[in-house]
């Protein structure tokens, strides 16, 4: 497949295709002539295009220095007088520009504004002589689905594109936060794919083109990973945070739901709460999910919106205590692919010879059913919307929005149906956090997918996180530092299926096909143990890189 063939949208009628055509031209017309890629790179890119804004020749040294750090040290450098909020946003913007041609990771470029919002910080600087809020002048970029006022956005479809008059909570408060916005970013149609194809293009993953960058924050995962941002806010759903910054290789925690503010967001089910939704950050490195955390929970989401809950991020000290980890290999559904199970052998191994941990193997509760029902829950209305926006827009159905709302596990539902499969969930909720304490672990280490990024639009198991958003249990994604290697990572002998589900991620296992994906592992813990996770997840990647 052709590199322009790839990276093509979503299709549909004549009418619908002229409407995506102004759009994708629209963004292409905010690209400056400066920053366009040459013509050469862009007609056959290599699968790994991570090197490409480095040696493109389009940034300069100091433009390329800034875009190598994390959130917390552009924060660090800027509250010190080393670097202006207009260096940082530039930068970044410039480097958004270059990796959106690799990856159609953006929905709306707006660096011009960004500029102007960060000399204004500048000038307060250099008057007061202090930051304005802890996020000073730090360049965030923003998933297309959150309000932000001024740009473009959409809940998933074409049909319900529109300019945001206002912020939505999330924006609203990191803007006060001293937060620079400059890019929104690609997801796929519905928001609910663990891939990310839409109008204005399907996501690439940075590490390998052939294969997803993930979903449904896909543009935010790709354009971190290609050092375009260095913070994004992504939402999750069913694993729309965890999912895309494991397959990207960078970081990203789901917080527990109503903690963080998602009021605003532009949806198309709104009032359906079967499962809530999270909001959180999708970053460079551990400890800018901290800072995100502790800096948006910092300013009191719950005084803005009544369905938010005033819980502080608390991240104890593991020094004084044993940490006891709970090692899941698998959900006892879907085995992951050869890769992933490297990467948990050899953590489990080097968390066993550590002092400061206690492993224990943990064993997953029926997981099969809890898929179930979630799947059940995301579409009580058994996908009617879903049909009704996609015709009123004239948009094919991808694939995968075809799959998430089809039976038997989506159906319609009336109001006593509705009483009877929450109470399905809340039955299921109990007897996962009974199960928990049986197992007597702090956190569970385990898959953040069954394997590394798929291959496009085959991605039809989310249940490695999509079971943490059916019981609300945090979860945070990192990087392991492996990559998938074809030498290595193949079946020792012919696997043997545990379910469908697993005999068609199966299936799809070449090992050549995955060649540099990056590697990743979750930590989970139960409900508004944020902050163990945040600190549980620091641990575990520094015994493993020792």
């Excluded at 360049?139 to 959409?154: F, N, R």
């Excluded at 198309?268 to 800072?291: E, I, K, N, W």
């Excluded at 249990?473 to 079946?491: E, S």
């Amino acid at each position: 497949m052709s590199f322009k063939e790839k990276i093509k949208g979503i299709g549909g009628n004549a009418s619908y295709e002229a409407k995506a055509r102004v759009l994708r031209e629209q963004l292409e017309a905010k690209i400056p002539a400066g920053l366009k890629l040459p013509p050469a790179i862009l007609e056959d890119p290599p699968l790994d295009i991570t090197h490409i804004p480095e040696t493109c020749g389009l940034l300069t040294v100091q433009e390329l220095a800034i875009t190598e750090l994390d959130a917390t040290a552009v924060c660090q450098k800027i509250a010190v007088g080393e670097l202006t909020a207009v260096e940082a946003v530039t930068a970044f913007g410039k480097r958004a520009a270059i990796a959106h041609q690799l990856t159609a990771c953006l929905t709306d470029f707006f660096l011009d504004e960004g500029i102007k919002q960060a000399q204004q910080l500048d000038e307060y600087f250099q008057k007061e002589g202090k930051v304005i809020g802890p996020l000073h002048g730090l360049p965030i970029s923003v998933k297309s689905h959150y309000a932000l006022k001024g740009t473009v956005g959409c809940g998933g479809f074409l049909v319900n594109m529109e300019t945001s008059t206002e912020d939505g909570d999330m924006t609203s408060i990191l803007r006060s936060l001293g937060a620079v916005f400059y890019v929104k970013t690609n997801q796929p149609q519905s928001v609910m794919h663990l891939e990310s194809k839409s109008h204005y293009g399907r996501v690439l993953n940075p590490h390998n083109t052939n294969l997803t960058a993930g979903g449904s924050s896909g543009g935010e995962s790709a354009l971190v990973a290609m050092k375009g941002s260095c913070m994004g806010i992504g939402t999750d759903g069913g694993g729309s945070i965890r999912c895309p910054s494991a397959h990207c290789g960078i970081y990203g925690i789901r917080p527990s739901s109503r903690t963080t503010p998602t009021h605003g967001n532009l949806w198309y089910q709104h009032g359906q709460d079967g499962v809530f939704p999270s909001t959180g950050p999708m970053c460079r490195s551990a400890r800018d999910m901290r800072l995100f955390l502790e800096a948006v929970l910092g300013a009191n989401p719950s005084l803005r919106d009544p369905d938010a809950l005033p819980i502080p991020l608390k991240v104890p000290d593991l020094i004084q205590k044993k940490l006891r980890v709970g090692i899941m290999m698998h959900d006892g559904v879907v085995m992951p692919h050869p890769p992933t199970i490297r990467a948990l052998n050899l953590v489990k191994e080097k968390l066993e010879a550590s002092s400061e941990v206690e492993v224990v193997d943990y064993i997953p509760y029926d997981h099969d059913r809890g898929y179930s029902l979630i799947r059940e829950l995301y579409y009580e209305d058994g996908g009617a919307t879903v049909r009704r926006l996609l015709e009123e827009g004239g948009e094919d159905m991808h694939p995968l929005t075809e799959w998430v709302i089809s039976p038997p596990y989506v159906k319609n539902h009336d109001a006593a149906q509705v009483w009877k499969l929450r109470d399905q969930r809340d039955d299921y909720r109990r007897e996962y956090s009974d199960h928990w304490w049986s197992q007597n672990v702090d956190v569970v280490l385990c898959p953040p997918f069954q394997g590394t990024a798929s291959p496009h639009d085959t991605t039809k198991y989310w249940s490695y996180t999509a079971i943490w958003n059916l019981l609300d249990y945090p979860g945070a994604v990192f990087p392991t530092g492996l990559v998938a290697d074809p030498t290595i990572d193949i079946y020792q002998e012919s696997p043997r299926p545990m379910s469908a589900a697993d005999e068609y991620n199966i299936s799809l296992y070449d090992a050549a096909i995955f060649k540099g994906a990056p590697v990743s592992l979750q930590t989970v813990s139960r409900r508004f143990n944020d902050g163990l996770v945040l600190a549980a997840q620091d641990v575990i990647e520094r015994i493993l890189r020792s």
